[in-house]
Every structure is written in structure tokens, then in C-alpha cells.
């Protein structure tokens, strides 16, 4: 689930926004759905269904009817990426931050 800090966080990085929408689809029935998350007095309200970040970045959103049935996201799971660093097949995700930021610029061809 979301944490409360880290939707603070997405408020901060859209400021002047005082709502968020996650369209998307349901990560169970995939039916259509939007979440809606709007700044309070009381806090945050939050409508439409649940919403998940898994990993940073990575949303996921939940029906609330799906959500009242089952309210983990289940099913999910990170893909580890490896790829050669000095030399060594490595998963990226245990490369450190420059060599990340490297990596993330790297470009794809078609031969
Ligand atoms: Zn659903």
C-alpha cells in the first residue's frame, strides 16, 4: 500500500495540484477505473479504489470491490535485469548509483 509520507511526496512533485488521478486498470478484474486522491483538511481522501506502489514508481490500482475481497496486491513480483558491469553479469539493482545512472542511458539497436 501506499504510505501517507510517500503521498505527501507525489502532492510536493505536482505542486499546486490538489488532487492526483491513477487511471489505470484493476490489477484483479481488469475492468477500467481511476483512483482519486485529494488533499483535505482532515488528510488525504481517496476514492475510486486502492492504490499500490510496489516498487518505486511502479502503480497499481484495486476495484473496491476486489479490494474488499482481497485487499493485498498479490501476484507481483520485481523482474530482476542483469546485465554486464566490468566485466560481470550483474542484476542492476545491486549496481551502484552511477554505474544505475549509466546504465539508464544506455541505448537499444536493431541490428
Ligand atoms: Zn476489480
Request: charged share 25%.
Amino acid at each position: 500500500m501506499m504510505t501517507i509520507a510517500r503521498l505527501h511526496d507525489l502532492f510536493e512533485s505536482h505542486a499546486g495540484s490538489t488532487t492526483l488521478s491513477f487511471e489505470g486498470r484493476c490489477h484483479d478484474c481488469q475492468k477500467d477505473m481511476n483512483v482519486m486522491v485529494a488533499l483535505s483538511p482532515e488528510g488525504f481522501d481517496i476514492s475510486g479504489g486502492a492504490l499500490f506502489e510496489p516498487e518505486p514508481d511502479k502503480f497499481f490500482t484495486k476495484c473496491d470491490e476486489c479490494y474488499r475481497s482481497s485487499p493485498r496486491l498479490s501476484g507481483y513480483q520485481t523482474c530482476e535485469v542483469y546485465s554486464r558491469v566490468v566485466g560481470y553479469l550483474r542484476p542492476v539493482s545491486q549496481w551502484n548509483e552511477g554505474k544505475q545512472a549509466e546504465f539508464a542511458d544506455r541505448k537499444h539497436y536493431r541490428v
